[in-house]
């Protein structure tokens, strides 16, 4: 700040407020003087330190967003829409990585709780007690997608993986399936998909079906080359199955052109759905039924959902905790 007054000619003092200004919060500043001031920060390369601000203002200006996969394209859709609710307020996105696994969702918490995040959105409401722990001692909103957790942190906007696995498995009986398989992951990693096999597994009984036609196959998420083998042991194990239904389009992805290679006519030989509406899933021949969700709007509603507690929160109320629940349907296409 010091370079950036002497390159202009005047004191620190003018510096920082034109800073502010920039904010909103200062107007003793001409114009003409705030530009050549931001213009000199600009040739300089100069970025204001916003740790002091941050600790008198309890404002760092960014919320830490958690995802388990980068390229997944539901998840980069829901931070899509978080970064689209909140960019008109000036906040950012802090985004983590955590690989499907708790305990990496709990060590990036640790260090972006030490960063002051004005709120948090996870993906999922699995969580180490550590983590628990930390988010409900740190005073800041936190919202869970992607899920109905049975005990949430706080504010839910999601919907039940369960329900929607089930809402698939009664489509496709309504087709005329009878002898419908399930293919997901070796592990709960993925707590998402686990519900989803949950879920299946209760469609398959209610409906009065063979069950315990499932193949784990791989640790989530799981891919393509994944779903093309898993659909070859299905096949293999047992040889009368007419449908399947993937823990995710990806997998449901490899598992068709599995079956192309084979010569296994789909939905002739064998039906196959997945779950997420992936672009894969809308481009290929044939294309996947699905079970579509608006990974953009479900983002959208966590992000505006946040910012109505930050308000109420810096007015001196914070809002009770809220569940918004995300729509999903099953989309019918040619592979089943």
Not at 63 to 81: D, R
Not at 159 to 184: C, D, K, T
Request: contains cysteine; hydrophobic residues 40%; neutral net charge.
């Amino acid at each position: 700040m010091a370079d950036v007054a002497a390159r202009v000619g005047v004191s620190k003092m003018t510096v920082s407020r034109a800073l502010n200004r920039r904010t909103g919060s200062d107007r003793a500043t001409s114009e003409a003087l705030r530009q050549r001031i931001l213009q000199a920060c600009e040739e300089m390369g100069y970025v204001i330190d916003q740790t002091a601000r941050t600790f008198s203002s309890k404002r760092s200006g960014f919320v830490a967003v958690l995802i388990p996969s980068l390229n997944n394209s539901n998840f980069s859709e829901t931070a899509q829409g978080i970064a689209a609710a909140l960019e008109a307020r000036g906040l950012q996105l802090l985004l983590g990585y955590t690989d499907y696994r708790v305990e990496t969702e709990e060590r990036l918490l640790r260090a972006m709780l030490a960063r002051r995040p004005e709120g948090v959105i996870l993906t999922g409401g699995a969580h180490t007690p550590a983590a628990r722990a930390m988010l409900q001692a740190a005073g800041v909103p936190v919202v869970e997608t992607w899920d109905l957790p049975a005990t949430p942190i706080e504010h839910t906007v999601g919907f039940s993986n369960a329900e929607a696995a089930a809402a698939m498995v009664r489509h496709l009986h309504g087709q005329g399936y009878r002898r419908i398989a399930f293919i997901g992951g070796t592990s709960n990693r993925d707590t998402r998909g686990a519900d989803r096999q949950r879920g299946y597994a209760e469609a398959i009984r209610e409906l009065g079906l063979p069950d315990g036609r499932v193949i784990s196959f791989g640790q989530p998420p799981i891919s393509m080359a994944q779903g093309a083998e898993a659909v070859v042991q299905l096949i293999r194990q047992w040889p009368d199955v007419d449908a399947v239904m993937c823990v995710s389009d990806l997998s449901a992805f490899g598992a068709l052109m599995e079956c192309q290679r084979r010569g296994w006519d789909v939905p002739g030989r064998i039906a196959i759905a997945g779950f997420g509406d992936f672009e894969v899933a809308r481009a290929c021949h044939p294309r996947i039924t699905t079970v579509a969700v608006d990974c953009v709007g479900m983002g959208r509603a966590a992000g505006e959902l946040l910012l109505r507690v930050i308000d109420g929160s810096r007015e001196g109320h914070r809002p009770p905790a809220e569940t918004v629940l995300i729509p999903f349907r099953v989309e019918q296409r040619e592979s089943s």
